[in-house]
Nanobody, 122 residues
Framework: QVQLVESGGGLVQPGGSLRLSCAAS???????????MGWYRQAPGKERELVAV???????NYAESVKGRFTISRDNIQNTVYLQMNNLKPEDTAVYHC?????????????WGQGTQVTVSS
């Protein structure tokens, strides 16, 4: 049974900070390993977009809109990914979803968390 448990969302004023966490559990992760962990977000009326991703070796990739403000990190032992969000802006308001990528016999599988709401407003 795969489970992704997210936490850390909420309401914050512009310029504030939040830290999201996502803990992944399930035997599949132990058997095949996690290739990448990341965060996506979806604002009302918009498509889901990549925020940040971190590969098993530590390589990171960020959306241009969050570079310099967000930092992604992961704990490979705990299978947990974090997103530190600083200097938040109203346009960061969205539901943030955790994503975990596993390759099984060369086939990519994506697993998603239920999402956590981040609202940036004064």
């Amino acid at each position: 049974q795969v489970q992704l448990v997210e936490s850390g969302g909420g309401l914050v004023q512009p310029g504030g900070s939040l830290r999201l966490s996502c803990a992944a559990s399930g035997s599949i992760f132990s058997i095949f390993g996690i290739a990448a962990m990341g965060w996506y977000r979806q604002a009302p009326g918009k498509e889901r977009e990549l925020v940040a991703v971190i590969a098993s070796g530590g390589t990171t990739n960020y959306a241009e809109s969050v570079k310099g403000r967000f930092t992604i990190s992961r704990d490979n032992i705990q299978n947990t990914v974090y997103l530190q969000m600083n200097n938040l802006k109203p346009e960061d308001t969205a539901v943030y979803h955790c994503n975990v990528v596993v390759y099984q016999l060369g086939i990519r599988y994506d697993y998603w968390g239920q999402g956590t709401q981040v609202t940036v407003s004064s």
